[in-house]
């Protein structure tokens, strides 16, 4: 899988050297500027939704062991 990874950055490298080199350093950025953000927008919303299923999950786990005749 670390394989996989490496060789997926390494050609995003090659594709943002590509596109720096064929349109010029401020439509690269125009171009990634927005995917980069919209890709740090979906990070943290999935790390949250992680964060808050282990908390739901941890209250839940005692919630079981409760007993109430």
């Known amino acids: 899988m670390k394989a996989i990874r490496r060789f997926g950055f390494v050609l995003f490298v090659l594709l943002v050297g590509i596109i720096i080199g064929y349109f010029g350093v401020l439509t690269a ?3 990634f500027c927005p ?3 919209l890709w740090f927008m979906l990070w943290d919303e ?6 808050e299923r282990k908390r739901n999950r941890h209250y839940y786990d005692h919630d079981i062991y409760r007993y109430e005749p």
């Not at 999935?46 to 964060?51: D, E, H, L």
């Open 29 to 31: 950025v125009l171009i």
């Open 35 to 37: 995917l980069t953000m």
């Open 46 to 51: 999935k790390k949250f939704r992680q964060a």
